[in-house]
């Protein structure tokens, strides 16, 4: 009974995917994985409450829980032969909106016009991780939590803690803006076509309340984060020469936030290295 349906199972989706070969320049790899899908929505906390963003929806597996399970679900794909499958498989769904742009091109101001509470859901285009976060962010007045899948090594540093090896410079840039959480582990066999890497499943908190950001401006703090993770194997004090300070002076600096004078960034919080520099320019 159980191989009757795995047969079953397996020809479904060689139908659905017969029309459609995956494109590596978009990213492609499918996600069809229904106990996983569950995971992902119940991480993400999805009730009918729920007005959710997807940035690719491919061939509309995770589009097709979340529209089940969500108020409102609008989704953006760049693929222009995946749109007339999309639009066919959801023709019926009221509560589904499909955008069919690159995502890294869409004006979202209108998107997000009058719109609070936003969860973005989406298995993304690994070659975009970065700039899709980057671009979510100011929208973050809207946008409540984010739950991205991506590579394994890159979830590691997004939600990585001081000290460890996988602290970065995006680790500071996320962190700076959100809370962090890497949720689980997906193994690329669980992807068609299987990709060279793991995949994780990492949730994105957005601080309402602004701790850092209200502490600090943005464009100070990047100017000393990018510096500051310049040249990793350096220390702090090294990589901070550049822009103008003695040695001495951070190391006294260092020493007031209780760091050694060889600290490395990778050892701290956001919010140390947000005192530290309020010591460095007192
Ligand atoms: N969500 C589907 C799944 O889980 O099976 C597909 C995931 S696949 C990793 C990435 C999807 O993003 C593909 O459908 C791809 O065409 C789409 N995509 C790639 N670049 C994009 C962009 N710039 N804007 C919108 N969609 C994009």
């Known amino acids: 009974m159980k191989r009757k349906k795995e047969k079953y199972q397996k020809k479904k989706k060689n139908i659905e995917n017969e029309n459609h070969k995956a494109k590596k320049k978009y990213g492609q790899n499918f996600l069809n994985d229904s106990n996983l899908l569950d995971e992902i929505l119940n991480v993400a906390n999805i009730d009918e409450e729920t007005e959710a963003l997807e940035i690719g929806p491919g061939l509309g597996f995770l589009t097709e829980k979340l529209i089940e399970n969500s108020k409102f679900l609008t989704a953006f ?24 742009q690159d995502f890294m091109e869409a004006n979202l101001e209108k998107f997000f016009e009058n719109k609070l509470n936003i969860k973005v859901v989406a298995n993304i285009p690994y070659y975009i991780t970065s700039p899709i976060i980057n671009k979510l962010f100011e929208y973050r007045e809207n946008i409540d939590e984010i ?21 970065s ?16 582990t997906v193994p690329k066999e669980k992807f068609d076509p299987v990709p060279k ?35 990793k194997r350096k220390s702090i004090a090294n990589n901070l020469m550049k ?21 490395r960034t990778e050892e701290f919080s956001v919010q140390e290295f947000i005192d530290f520099i309020g010591i460095l320019e007192s």
């Open 77 to 100: 794909e760049i693929d222009d032969d995946l749109i007339p499958f999309l639009n066919k498989k959801f023709e019926k769904k009221e509560n589904f909106k499909l955008i069919h």
């Open 147 to 167: 739950y991205l899948m991506v590579q394994k090594e890159v979830a590691k540093r997004i939600a990585s803690q001081p000290h460890s090896k996988n602290m």
């Open 169 to 184: 410079l995006l680790t500071h840039a996320v962190q700076f803006y959100a809370e962090t959480e890497y949720l689980f």
């Open 197 to 231: 890497v793991d995949s994780a499943f990492l949730g994105i908190k957005i601080l309402k309340d602004k701790r850092y950001e209200s502490q600090i401006s943005e464009e100070k703090y990047f100017k000393y984060l990018k510096e500051a993770f310049s040249n």
């Open 243 to 263: 822009l103008g300070f003695s040695k001495d002076v951070v190391g006294n600096a260092l020493e007031k936030v209780g760091k050694t004078r060889l600290a």
